[in-house]
Each structure stands twice: as C-alpha cells, then as structure tokens.
C-alpha cells in the first residue's frame, strides 16, 4: 500500500502540495488526474523518493521511501522526460539498471525484445521520443517491481504500442499482485484500465475513490415531464440544461435512489447513465475555470 499523510510541499513561497493525503490499495491500478498544474508530477516525483517533502509522511507497506534503497528498489518509475545517459545505449541502460535492482530479470528483458522491438546498440538520444518510451518501459517493467509510478507514460506511443503497454501492465497486476499509480491527460483511457482514481486540484486532493463507487454516485438524466409536473425538492441537482421539454440533469445519488425519487413525478421519458471519468472530471473542474464544486465529498 502506497501512502502519503498531510503532505506538503513549496518551491520559493508556492505550495505545491497542501496536506495531501494518498491511499494506493496494493495491487491496484490507480489513476491521478487533475488539471495542469495541480502538483500531480510532484507528489509522483515524492513517491519514487526523488524529492524531499516539507512536511508529512510518504510510505511504502508502512516504510519511508526517502534515502531507503530496500523501498527504492521495489519501485520502478516512468517519468514523461524519460532518463539516460548521454551517450547511453539500450544495452547500456540495460547493465545500468541490473546493477541497482536486484530483482532485474535478463531473461525478460530479452522476451520482451518483441513486444518492444528496437536497436540495443543505438544511443538513447537518436531514438524518437516514442521509441525512449518503449526502452524504458521494456527496462521497467523487467525490474519486476512491486510497484509502478507512470507519469503521462504512454504519450507519444502509437495505438498499437499503446494497447501492448497496458496489456503486459495488467498482466503483471493480475499475475504478479503489483502496484500502478498512472498520472494522464487521457481520462478515456485510464478509464479503462484503472480501478480506483484520485482527483487532485492546486496541490491537494479533492476525491479518492473507487472508479465504481466514484461513477456510481453521480448520474447523468435526461428525462421529459408531464405539463406541469415539478421534480422532487429531495433530487439533488447537481447541473440542468434542457432542448424543448427534454431535459438534462446531473444529478448525486444511486441509480436506484434517483429512480425512485424521480418516479413521484411520472416522467413520460426517463433515462439514465453513469458519467464517464472525463464527464466527473470536467463538471468538477473544467466548467468553473477550476472552481470546485464538491459534489462528490458529502
């Protein structure tokens, strides 16, 4: 499990992170998004130990990550400006990594020379930015690590490469039991693959949920009323829009909360459907100009 507790952080008089508070559940496949800006890269760069917290606590299975190489070596993490050194091969990086995970496995990572197919003796530098990305995930991902931090890991990779990536990643959280915490821009996608997410603005933490629970909790509704019916004063709206007399609602409560509640105003058309991910996201921060609305902390 991957925790943090009242974290804070600030570079020359701005807070980055304010009292952040993370729970990663082991195994879990964890998605944290936020708007740019909302420290997401920070509180990354804190979990792998790169960066010293002014306050709080950062642990690991209930260990400090700070100058602690046993933690350190359970962890591999994919930053979005990928390291090397400047003359440094794939082959290269390869001994690198050996040499500071003693858990790096030689064998996969010849496997996985075909799910990432590249030159092992061309320098880093002269691989495109897609190609970086495959070396470093071919080399992160044969550390065998207990826990993944992915910061914006599959940009610039194409669709193909993009599904093989998570393929091998799931297989190793279904297999292996291990940890992913992914930051992405791409909320379609995390919707796929993630289990529980985490909604960070200006240095904090706004929502931590399951991705069930968190899309189970808020309801998009379109529905049309009888002349001069009135929705419950109980139903909780959250946003209304309407074209003619189909309207639009969102709406916090269960399905089957609403339904009952709606069903007092016999609806002539009533249907309803859980918000995608991106939907939670730009209603809690997109419409206001980053304004929360907190419609999910009660």
């Known amino acids: 499990m991957i ?18 508070d993370l729970t990663v559940p082991r195994g879990a496949v964890y998605g944290l998004v936020g708007p740019n800006g909302a420290g ?15 306050s709080g606590t950062i642990t690991v299975d209930g260990e400090p ?4 190489p046993a933690v350190k070596t359970r962890i591999a993490y994919i930053p979005d400006d990928i390291f ?3 003359q440094a091969t794939v082959a290269d990086m390869m001994k690198f990594y050996r040499s500071v995970y003693p858990s790096f496995d030689p064998e996969r990572f010849r496997r996985l020379s075909e799910a990432f197919p590249m030159d092992e003796d061309r320098p880093m530098r002269k691989l495109s930015k897609g190609m970086q990305k495959q070396a470093a995930f071919r080399l992160a991902i044969s550390c065998r690590p207990d826990v993944m931090l992915l910061d914006e890991p599959v940009d610039g990779l194409d669709p193909v490469m993009r599904r093989n990536v998570w393929s091998i990643l799931l297989g190793d959280v279904a297999e292996k039991g291990i940890t992913v915490l992914v930051s992405s821009h791409n909320l379609r996608e995390l919707e796929d693959v993630c289990d ?3 909604i960070m603005d200006q240095g904090s933490m706004l929502i931590e949920r399951s991705l069930e629970e968190l899309q189970g909790s808020i309801l998009k509704l379109q529905l049309v009323l009888p002349e ?5 004063e109980e139903l909780q ?19 089957e909360e609403v339904e009952k509640q709606i069903a007092s105003a016999a609806p002539v058309y009533c249907e309803s459907v859980p918000l995608t991910l991106e939907e939670i996201f730009i209603y809690e921060l997109g419409g206001t100009g980053y304004e929360v609305r907190n419609i999910l902390l009660s």
Request: charged share 25%.
């Open 40 to 54: 997401k890269s920070t509180l990354i760069r804190h979990l792998a130990g790169i960066l010293i917290p002014d």
């Open 196 to 198: 529980h997410v985490g």
């Open 65 to 68: 990550v700070f100058e602690n």
């Open 237 to 255: 709206i959250l946003g209304r829009s309407n074209s003619g007399r189909l309207e639009q609602l969102i709406v916090r409560g269960t399905e």
């Open 228 to 232: 001069g019916a009135r929705l419950p």
């Open 3 to 20: 925790e943090t507790r009242k974290l804070c952080k600030a570079f020359e008089g701005f807070k980055a992170l304010r009292d952040l």
């Open 84 to 86: 090397y050194y400047t």
